[in-house]
């Protein structure tokens, strides 16, 4: 070694060292943090609602009017309330250097529940700085772990609900690599036990109070032995708890070509995986049921939950004048999610049977240009069917 690579090595480490520091802390947090946010005990339930950027500000606002009708006899009781969030747009961030600025960090933990548009990602050549993306930075700071993502096509019986682990794996440190020098350059995994036994213990219990019978663990273990051997003995472990339920484990490549096997794919049911596999399965998935704006996201915490679109914030339908032509679908089903996960399962149930029969019906249809509806009446065409 030269004495500058000595030099590299030696920064990398310390470096590396107060990255282990770091998720050493989080992963005791994990194990200490018992309490969680009932909703049922709260004098007021605060939704907050974050446009984002993008197309986020007009679809997020067709979501929250079709939440406002639905709950209005709860907010005129003083129950539940909206609170509008600005300033996740991606010009903010980029002038304050920061992923989540921290006034809008700080408004966001002041509700209960958030119903998120969709934020711009940056990426190195980017007019804006390459800041960590607002998505992970929220799941990280509100500790949502688990990011739920229901998949359906009932013609084909498809039924999935996908547990993908929201904080760890490549995820947890991905804007924190070090480059040793121009030829060589790491980031780094990382699963945790407790982090793992949490997401695995959400997707069995959701298998059991839906009559599931079949949890599917999803990694590369046979390759990536340590990280994801990890998370699959743990998911094993916690399986062994619900004897009812059958666990069995797939390859993630496999696991990709059998989403798109006709004779197979509708006989999983729950499937529990790691942050990134979930991130490239579920866009997979979605697709299968109609493309990534027909889909809706939980990211649920112990104290906080945010709800959102799957896909991106489309800016190029924005600088076409295009953004009211934009599915709020998305948003509207992530919508029903967070009614759900706030005690209206009668309202969520409502709300999921108006969007299928619109979907079924087509009396109006969107094409995301002029030809089709806008969001907003689609949105009213929704509302008109519940
Ligand atoms: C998703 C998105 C995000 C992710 C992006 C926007 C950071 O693709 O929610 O799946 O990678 O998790
Ligand atoms: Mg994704």
Not at 261 to 272: A, M, Y
Request: net charge negative; charged share 30%; aromatic share 6%.
């Amino acid at each position: 070694m030269t004495e500058a690579e000595n030099r590299a090595i030696e920064e990398a480490v310390a470096k590396f060292r107060g990255l282990m520091e770091t998720q050493l802390t989080r992963a005791k947090k994990i194990k200490e943090d018992k309490d969680f946010t009932d909703y049922d005990a709260l004098d007021t339930i605060v939704i907050g609602i974050c446009g984002g950027d993008g197309i986020g500000p007009v679809i997020t606002k067709e979501s929250e009017r079709v939440l406002a009708f639905l709950l209005k006899d709860e907010v005129a009781r003083g129950k539940v309330t909206f609170k509008e969030i600005d300033g996740l747009t991606i010009e903010n961030r980029a002038a304050c250097n920061k992923a989540i600025p921290d006034d809008v960090l700080e408004e966001l933990k002041s509700c209960h529940v958030i119903l998120k548009g969709p934020t711009t990602t940056p990426r190195a050549g980017d007019p804006w700085p390459n800041v960590e993306s607002a998505n992970v930075a929220m799941r990280k700071e509100l500790d949502l772990f688990a990011n739920m993502r229901p998949v359906k096509v009932p013609e084909e019986g498809i039924d999935w609900t996908f547990f993908r682990e929201n904080t760890e794996c490549l995820y947890a440190m991905g804007s924190q690599g070090i480059d040793i020098d121009e030829d060589l350059a790491f980031d780094f995994r990382v699963i945790t036990t407790p982090g793992t036994e949490r997401i695995a213990r959400l997707a069995y219990d959701y298998a059991r109070a839906n009559h599931k019978d079949r949890v599917t663990i999803v990694t590369k273990a046979n390759i990536v032995k340590t990280t994801d051997g990890k998370f699959l003995d743990i998911c094993q472990k916690i399986g062994k708890e619900y004897p009812e339920i059958t666990t069995d484990d797939w390859y993630i490549d496999i696991m990709t070509a059998k989403l798109v096997d006709e004779k197979r794919r509708n006989q999983f049911q729950v499937i529990v995986l790691p942050n990134l596999y979930g991130d490239i399965l579920t866009d997979e998935a979605a697709e299968l049921q109609g493309g990534v704006g027909t889909a809706g996201s939980a990211n649920i915490g112990n104290h906080y939950a945010m709800f959102e679109a799957i896909h991106g914030s489309a800016p190029r339908m924005v600088q076409e004048g295009r953004d009211k032509y934009a599915d709020p679908c998305s948003v509207i089903r992530a919508g029903a999610m967070l009614l759900s996960h706030i005690g209206y399962q009668e309202e969520a149930d409502k709300l999921n049977r108006a969007i299928d029969a619109c979907a079924e019906e087509k009396k109006l249809v969107l094409t995301g240009r002029s030809d089709g509806a806008t969001g907003a009446e689609y949105a009213d065409y929704i509302l008109s069917k519940i």
